[in-house]
């Protein structure tokens, strides 16, 4: 805004206008912008379809357990806190933004050495329906491990970042060119300040967005809506 704000106040006491067709900068910078923000809400989406898939898959696992009447009650809540601390540790991952899951992959193969501990305990008809769901929960962890540390290209978003800040350098000029030397400055200034906040308003909607289990933003996922003990 300031570079904005400089701008116009240069082209007036140089007295330096032009006609410039501004829909070439329309193309340059607005269709970028709102190619990088339908990739980021389509990824916020993305994100909350395979949250709901994991707790899901979570909370159908834990119950093929608990009504499972071979295994005791020890066993059982040993399963528990396992599916328990696979949420825990998720969520702790996706709002960490960290990029290793070794940690996270150690938890999730719990389940299977719960399997091969508990032996005859377990019939391989459940075993069948665990394994089967947990190649879900496996899937949207994945799933959203990609989603978290792979975002909008870093040069398409460089690159509006830096039109965004040029722009303000050849709208000026043309703003005050269209509106004639009779028009009050103020309409100028106004014109431009006003074009030059929608334009990075759309570039922090965007760059929220890119970052949706930080809990940083109006539209971030609320990652405690998917824990197993809600």
């Not at 909008?152 to 000029?173: D, E, N, R």
């Amino acid at each position: 805004m300031a570079i904005a704000i400089l701008t116009v106040f240069l082209s007036y006491w140089f007295e330096f206008s032009y006609d410039v067709d501004l829909t070439l900068l329309s193309i340059a910078i607005v269709f970028p912008l709102v190619f990088t923000i339908r990739g980021s809400f389509r990824r916020r989406e993305k994100a909350l379809e395979h949250l709901s898939k994991f707790r899901s898959a979570l909370k159908t696992v834990n119950y093929f357990v608990l009504n499972n009447l071979e295994l005791p009650q020890e066993d059982k809540n040993k399963m528990e806190g396992i599916l328990s601390q696979i949420s825990s540790k998720t969520i702790l991952h996706l709002g960490g933004n960290f990029k290793s899951t070794k940690e996270l992959d150690e938890i999730i193969n719990s389940v299977n050495l719960f399997m091969l501990e508990t032996g005859e305990n377990v019939s391989p008809k459940l075993k069948d329906r665990v394994f089967r769901f947990m190649k879900d929960l496996h899937e949207s962890i994945e799933n959203l491990h990609a989603i978290n540390i792979h975002r909008t290209p870093i040069t398409l978003k460089a690159y509006c970042k830096v039109f965004i800040y040029i722009f303000p350098f050849i709208y000026a000029p043309t703003i005050i060119f269209h509106v004639g030397p009779t028009t009050p400055q103020g309409v100028s200034y106004f014109i431009v300040l006003l074009t030059q906040f929608i334009l990075i308003s759309l570039y922090n909607i965007q760059d929220q967005l890119e970052y949706p289990f930080d809990d940083d933003g109006l539209d971030d996922v609320n990652l405690e809506n998917f824990r197993i003990d809600r």
